[in-house]
């Protein structure tokens, strides 16, 4: 039967931070100098012996760290139960028994289960999936090589909670669960779970909920004026740079023949100036070190702001040290990120909060 670390590769290694990889040579009694690549090195040929206090460290970190995350359910009335079972069923291999991967020239364009695991004190359980990214190409001298990239991608599967999480962009998150949903035929089917719909599909509750700071805001103008043109355009900027000699010089007839320009007071009669002046811009970004909300001038641009991602800045105590944690969160892809190395327990506290 198949443990955690069965599931483990020596590139999933070279994903742990540099800090902890140095405790895990420390503890194993290995030269802890060099770069991640030679740390992990150095764990991987010693990984078989690896005593299990040592272990731990690695698998509450080893398939989290910055990864981008997507979550899906199955619209069956009885949810995911019986899952592992049917895709040990269909399988020609049992993934819970066994690892099989494949050879460095037939790594599959799609998606395919290589291994799977279940999670020690715990009804869930990790599938791991390898599928192709591309081909790299190099020279030496006259003589052309080319090998096979790679990815693989970690589901997290909670039967009774209900939950599927993919460990991957939502491009290949996508393809992960059309995958999975062939596997098991038509027995289930499964959508994405929408973590925004009870907010409104809105960051500031979300943030709220988390005990979070919501640090940056990124989006497109709330009610795009499609009838925008290059002459309103130019209005505004004289209308800005007719503000700026105002406040420079005291100048006020420039600023009032700009603001009664014929390009733009027509349509100023039903939009405001603010969502005009953004409208000539695809994208608007806000950010702060700290609380965006309560900061003035996102108070007032907020309402004309359709938000697309953002970020939440929130602590989290792990092993009795409280530490930050900064997640991206994408509204329209309905995934997220997390712009820092986290581990398993601050994934469990997020799908608590969440889900």
């Known amino acids: 039967m198949n443990t955690i670390k069965s599931l483990i590769f020596p590139q999933d290694l070279t994903r742990l931070n540099k800090t902890l990889l140095k405790e895990v040579c420390h503890k194993m009694t290995l030269e802890s ?26 698998s509450n ?8 995350l997507a ?7 009885n949810g995911l139960t019986g899952l592992k079972q049917s895709i040990i069923d269909k399988m020609p291999f049992n993934p819970f028994e066994t690892v099989i991967t494949p050879n460095s020239e037939s790594v599959p364009i799609e998606p395919t289960i290589i291994a799977a695991a279940g999670i020690e004190s715990s009804q869930a359980y990790y599938l791991r999936f390898i599928h192709r990214t591309g081909v790299n190409v190099d020279y030496f001298l006259t003589n052309r090589r080319e090998y096979i990239k790679h990815e693989i991608t970690t589901v997290y599967i909670d039967e009774i909670k209900g939950i599927l999480e993919v460990r991957a962009s939502s491009t290949v998150a996508k393809k992960i669960i059309a995958e999975l949903a062939k596997i098991v035929d038509i027995k289930y089917e499964f959508k994405q779970y929408d973590f925004l719909e009870k907010y409104g599909g809105s960051l500031e509750p979300l ?20 009838t925008f043109e290059e002459t309103q355009g130019q209005s505004i900027v004289s209308i800005l740079s007719a503000i700026d000699e105002y406040y420079t010089n005291g100048e006020l007839s420039v600023l009032e023949q700009n603001l009664n320009s014929e390009d733009i007071t027509g349509i100023l009669e039903t939009t405001p100036f603010t969502l005009l002046l953004l409208s000539g811009l695809e994208t608007i970004g806000l950010g702060s070190i700290r609380e965006l909300r309560g900061l003035p001038l996102y108070n007032y641009l907020e309402p004309y702001l359709s938000k697309q991602k953002g970020s939440i800045l929130f602590e989290h105590s792990v092993g009795g040290v ?23 327990h601050v994934l469990d506290y997020i799908r608590e909060k969440l889900i």
């Open 33 to 58: 100098t060099g770069n991640v690549n030679d740390l992990a090195s150095r764990v991987w040929d010693a990984f078989e012996h690896i005593e299990d206090d040592v272990f731990k460290k690695i």
């Open 71 to 77: 979550w899906y359910q199955t619209t069956n009335q």
């Open 322 to 344: 409280v530490q930050e944690y900064s997640i991206r969160i994408g509204i329209t892809t309905k995934t997220f990120k997390f712009n820092v190395f986290a581990s398993e």
């Open 207 to 226: 943030a709220d909920v988390l005990q979070g700071k919501l640090i940056d805001a990124t989006g497109r103008p709330a009610g795009l004026v499609n």
């Open 61 to 68: 970190n080893i398939f989290s760290g910055p990864v981008s």
